[in-house]
């Protein structure tokens, strides 16, 4: 069992979401708990009234609604019984036992999963604490309840890609609601998943399920305005299907929303650095040189995808990791010299202005996120290389804003060794 937690400000909101999925016939309510009726009984407002008469308790807590989702192995078929028997406990487990909640089944992905909607605010106007309730609570819950139920272990080596979601089919027809629900499927499975900082590093995971985020052309309104679309990508990097609007989906996943992510990540992915490093210098420990394909090869046998980014010549300028052990993005430079794509084809004996022609399975010269400006293509690969970089939305003001203070340049008051002035007090 896997189980996901999102913190929210609006109970609406979230009860939204699920009362479309179940008005669309993806998804049933199994249960109201510790509500006056029964489930089949209350309307929205019903539903909706008694989770806000708890948060208007503590109108100090802005992140009042809690919405869970509890994901199961594909060959697992539960009641549903079992279902609220496990929801019940589980609650229990991480601190929320007697709070009124919601609980959803929903039938729009390859696993079986729920959905719980509550508040952390009791009765008595207290809040329950959200602080690493995913982390310490929740995981000693999944752990208890996997040996209580008999359920398949999340951390089974043999089933640690169980609940990944499938690619988005790029023959699907563009338009329809199937398409935005197979997007929102891998926006939630990567968003919650993988850690990244910068959007070209989001979409190094996002392309491998067939999904690009994309800002748009430097004079479109949609990059003006500090926009985000989602679109279907097929493997050779052509964009399809009708372009679908940030805050279209659940969660809106915006620009700014993901500058937030790029910050905490940025903090989480340093400790994860050495495997990905580590992987790589043992590849060429005696070896005096080794092709690039070989190179992709070996990190794909260590859990870790190569991304090649060439130019049109086939020049490469650069190089992303996908570790999918640590689920953490690296840009090869980020990582030290020898690690960026420069680095890489000198250990591998090529010199970096030859044209690679990389096949298409190993490396991408598509790259979303800014990384697939056409104006990069007609570029030697050092500019292009360096253009890469001015282009990329780290640069944009909005990112600019969401960037860390520069630490080593700040020295606190008191031990900059300056005093203060005193007044020269007039004797009267």
Do not use: W
């Amino acid at each position: 069992m896997v189980s996901v937690i999102h913190p929210s400000d609006s109970l609406r909101k979230v009860l939204n979401y699920n009362e479309h999925k179940v008005n669309e016939g993806v998804a049933q309510c199994l249960e109201a708990a510790y509500y006056l009726k029964d489930v089949d009984k209350l309307t929205f407002h019903e539903k909706l009234g008694r989770l806000q008469k708890l948060a208007a308790l503590r109108e100090s807590t802005t992140v009042n609604t809690v919405h869970i989702s509890l994901n199961f192995d594909p060959s697992e078929k539960h009641s549903t019984e079992k279902l609220k028997e496990i929801s019940a406990a589980y609650m229990e487990k991480i601190g929320f036992g007697g709070q009124p909640y919601l609980l959803y089944q929903h039938f729009d992905a390859g696993h079986p999963h729920v959905h719980i909607l509550t508040t952390n605010i009791k009765p008595d106007g207290k809040a329950i604490n959200l602080h690493n309730l995913g982390k310490i609570q929740s995981e000693k819950a999944r752990k208890e309840i996997e040996i209580s139920f008999g359920l398949v272990k999340a951390s089974d080596h043999q089933r640690r890609n169980v609940y990944e979601v499938q690619p988005v089919n790029a023959k699907v027809d563009y338009g329809k609601s199937e398409t935005k629900r197979a997007i929102a499927n891998v926006l939630n499975h990567v968003l919650d998943t993988y850690k990244f900082s910068s959007l070209p590093e989001l979409n190094a995971v996002l392309n491998r399920y067939n999904v690009s985020a994309e800002r748009g052309s430097e004079q479109s309104r949609v990059f003006l305005n500090g926009g985000l679309l989602y679109r279907i990508r097929t493997p050779d990097g052509t964009l399809k299907g009708v372009p679908i609007k940030a805050s279209d989906f659940y969660g809106q996943p915006t620009l700014k929303k993901l500058g937030e992510k790029f910050i905490e990540h940025e903090k989480e992915k340093p400790k994860h650095k050495p495997r990905v490093k580590n992987a790589i210098d043992f590849l060429f420990i005696n070896r005096s040189s080794s092709s690039l394909q070989q190179v992709i090869l070996e990190l794909h046998k260590e859990g870790i995808d190569t991304i090649v980014r060439q130019n049109k010549d086939g020049v490469v300028y650069g190089i992303t990791y996908v570790d999918h052990t640590t689920k953490c993005v690296f840009n090869g430079s980020d990582l030290g010299k020898s690690y960026s794509a420069k680095g890489i084809l000198e250990r591998c004996g090529i010199d970096h202005h030859q044209g690679q022609n990389m096949a298409p399975s190993f490396s991408s010269n598509r790259q979303s996120g800014n990384e697939n400006d056409p104006h990069l293509e007609k570029l030697p690969a050092s500019k292009a290389h360096e253009q890469m970089h001015d282009r990329l939305p780290t640069t944009t003001i909005l990112e600019e804003l969401l960037q860390y203070e520069n630490a080593s340049a700040y020295l606190p008051y008191e031990l900059s060794g300056k005093k203060k002035k005193r007044k020269n007090s007039i004797k009267r």
